[in-house]
């Protein structure tokens, strides 16, 4: 059993920072492909970000490439996922998802079988 905790949302303005972080339970994280998705009010759930268990491979939705970036520390049990140059349009609730059951695509929510509970990120303009 996985436990994801989010941390780090908030109210920003456009052009601005946040840092969000996922910690994770559970001694086998450091083999999971950990994932960031997001949602906002009226639309279906998006894929953001993904990173492979050892940091090696990255993945973005086009719409956050060259603004977001995801790291993780396996020593921590945490996921970031640095986000600049925010725009109204990533006002969302964010989620931090883990696969462990190494599925070969990290970019669909299917293959996530633990899900944090979420944390708010507006953006105001």
């Known amino acids: 059993q996985v436990q994801l905790v989010e941390s780090g949302g908030g109210l920003v303005q456009t052009g601005g920072s946040l840092r969000l972080s996922c910690a994770a339970s559970?001694?086998?994280?450091?083999?999971?492909?950990m994932g960031w998705f997001r949602q906002a009010p009226g639309k279906e759930r998006e894929f953001v970000a993904a990173?492979?268990?050892?940091?090696?491979?990255?993945y973005y939705a086009d719409s956050v490439k060259g603004r977001f970036a995801i790291s993780r520390d396996n020593a921590k049990g945490t996921v970031y996922l640095q986000m600049n140059s925010l725009k109204p349009e990533d006002t969302a609730v964010y989620y931090c998802?883990?696969?462990?059951?190494?599925?070969?695509?990290?970019?669909?929510?299917?293959?996530?079988?633990?899900w944090g509970q979420g944390t708010q990120v507006t953006v105001s303009s």
């Open positions: 998802a883990a696969d462990s059951s190494f599925h070969l695509s990290v970019v669909v929510a299917g293959s996530y079988n633990y």
């Open positions: 990173i492979r268990w050892n940091g090696g491979s990255t």
């Open positions: 559970g001694r086998t994280f450091s083999a999971y492909a």
